[in-house]
């Protein structure tokens, strides 16, 4: 049987990157996805209803997911934007956006999933997309990760207001993901990044599809308001290379 047959996963932010994978993933494992993104997206399975939309209009959003099934089983809320200033610089448009997408509107779309859960009696999933940054922030995009820091405070609050609904919260923090948008920082900063990670290797968008699996299932029953490290040990001892130089 597929992990996932007969579950309806909503995931936001699936043009590239961890979303897409994510949503083709659960598509696999027999789910059906309601993947949304700001960019029109084709997908090559027709397990996948794409909805092109902005999660900062998260009313519109969430009616247009009703609109195209009665059941949400799942979200995984993994929309969000990164905005690189130094704070003496940091320029409050931007910064309000970077609230705006990252904390505000995702609450506010999880809480209309989680009510539309509530009132379907049959519980549900929610799996919120935090950052290693909200842990140890970086100098230069600290905004992005005090919003992170705010999310996932958020997660264990939801999870225990949501959890006499039946309804599971918990989040994960990526660390250096393969994908698109990190290619450019690897390509000047790869050594040093692996050199701070003790599996010594940059993370694959796989290894954060088994990670999210995992916590979207059953198999994780008696987990809720975590925060899952998936980072291969980043900077869980200082000069972790020097272990690969032994």
């Given at each position: 049987?597929?992990?996932?047959?007969?579950?309806?996963?909503?995931?936001?932010?699936?043009?590239?990157?961890?979303?897409?994978?994510?949503?083709?993933?659960?598509?696999?494992?027999?789910?059906?996805?309601?993947?949304?993104?700001?960019?029109?997206?084709?997908?090559?399975?027709?397990?996948?209803?794409?909805?092109?939309?902005?999660?900062?209009?998260?009313?519109?959003?969430?009616?247009?997911?009703?609109?195209?099934?009665?059941?949400?089983?799942?979200?995984?809320?993994?929309?969000?934007?990164?905005?690189?200033?130094?704070?003496?610089?940091?320029?409050?448009?931007?910064?309000?956006?970077?609230?705006?997408?990252?904390?505000?509107?995702?609450?506010?779309?999880?809480?209309?999933?989680?009510?539309?859960?509530?009132?379907?009696?049959?519980?549900?999933?929610?799996?919120?997309?935090?950052?290693?940054?909200?842990?140890?922030?970086?100098?230069?995009?600290?905004?992005?990760?005090?919003?992170?820091?705010?999310?996932?405070?958020?997660?264990?609050?939801?999870?225990?207001?949501?959890?006499?609904?039946?309804?599971?919260?918990?989040?994960?923090?990526p660390g250096v993901i393969r994908t698109g948008m990190t290619e450019p920082v690897l390509e000047?900063?790869?050594?040093?990044?692996?050199?701070?990670?003790?599996?010594?290797?940059?993370?694959?968008?796989?290894?954060?599809?088994?990670?999210?699996?995992?916590?979207?299932?059953?198999?994780?029953?008696?987990?809720?308001?975590?925060?899952?490290?998936?980072?291969?040990?980043?900077?869980?001892?200082?000069?972790?290379?020097?272990?690969?130089?032994?």
């Amino acid at each position: 049987m597929l992990k996932f047959e007969e579950k309806t996963v909503v995931i936001t932010g699936t043009s590239s990157g961890i979303g897409r994978e994510l949503a083709e993933y659960f598509a696999e494992e027999g789910a059906r996805v309601i993947a949304v993104s700001r960019k029109r997206t084709e997908y090559n399975n027709d397990r996948i209803l794409g909805i092109q939309g902005n999660i900062k209009s998260y009313n519109k959003v969430f009616l247009e997911i009703k609109q195209v099934t009665n059941q949400i089983h799942i979200l995984i809320n993994n929309a969000g934007i990164i905005y690189y200033s130094n704070l003496l610089e940091a320029e409050i448009e931007k910064t309000k956006d970077v609230f705006d997408t990252n904390v505000i509107s995702t609450l506010m779309l999880s809480t209309l999933v989680a009510n539309d859960m509530k009132e379907k009696k049959n519980g549900g999933v929610i799996v919120n997309t935090l950052s290693f940054a909200s842990k140890i922030p970086s100098a230069g995009s600290g905004i992005y990760a005090a919003s992170k820091a705010a999310m996932e405070s958020l997660t264990r609050t939801m999870s225990a207001e949501f959890a006499p609904f039946e309804i599971r919260v918990n989040g994960y923090s990526p660390g250096v993901i393969r994908t698109g948008m990190t290619e450019p920082v690897l390509e000047k900063n790869e050594e040093q990044m692996v050199n701070a990670i003790a599996l010594h290797r940059i993370g694959d968008t796989r290894d954060v599809v088994k990670a999210v699996s995992f916590l979207a299932s059953d198999e994780s029953a008696y987990l809720t308001g975590i925060n899952l490290d998936v980072s291969g040990g980043k900077f869980v001892v200082q000069n972790a290379g020097n272990c690969w130089n032994i």
